[in-house]
C-alpha cells in the first residue's frame, strides 16, 4: 500500500517555474515507477513523466520536454516535478502516482494522490 501526497501547487505567471512535490508513505517506495500526469478544466487526464526505480531513467510527453524535469528521493520517499518555462495551457491539477511496472497510461497506475492545482497565467 502507498499513500501519496502532492504539494507545490498555485499560480504563476507565463515562464515562470513551479516546483511540486510528491510524499509517499510506505517502506517500499523504491520498488515502484513513479508518474506525474495533470488534468485541465474539460479535458482527459494525460500523462506528463514517470520516473524509474533507481531514478536513472524518465520519460517525458512531448509537450513538457526540455521544460520539466522529474527526479525522485528514495531516501526521503519523495519525487518532485520541477517545471520551467510554464504556459497557459500547463494548467491543470496534477497528480502524482505510482505503479509496480512501467506505463504510461494513467488507468494502469495502482496508486493516486489527490492533486494539487497549478495555474499559469498569461
Known amino acids: 500500500q502507498v499513500q501519496l501526497v502532492e504539494s507545490g501547487g498555485g499560480l504563476v505567471q507565463a515562464g515562470g517555474s513551479l516546483r511540486l512535490s510528491c510524499a509517499a508513505s510506505?517502506?517500499?517506495?523504491?520498488?515502484?515507477?513513479m508518474g506525474w500526469f495533470r488534468q485541465a478544466p474539460g479535458k482527459e487526464r494525460e500523462f506528463v513523466a514517470v520516473i524509474s526505480w533507481s531514478g536513472r531513467s524518465t520519460n517525458y510527453a512531448d509537450s513538457v520536454k526540455g521544460r520539466f524535469t522529474i527526479l525522485r528521493d528514495n531516501a526521503k520517499n519523495t519525487v518532485t516535478l520541477q517545471m520551467n518555462s510554464l504556459k497557459p495551457e500547463d494548467t491543470g491539477v496534477y497528480y502524482c502516482?505510482?505503479?509496480?511496472?512501467?506505463?504510461?497510461?494513467?488507468?494502469?497506475?495502482?496508486?493516486w494522490g489527490q492533486g494539487t492545482q497549478v495555474t499559469v497565467s498569461s
Open positions: 510506505g517502506r517500499t517506495f523504491s520498488r515502484y515507477y
Open positions: 502516482a505510482a505503479n509496480e511496472i512501467y506505463t504510461i497510461r494513467g488507468s494502469e497506475y495502482k496508486y
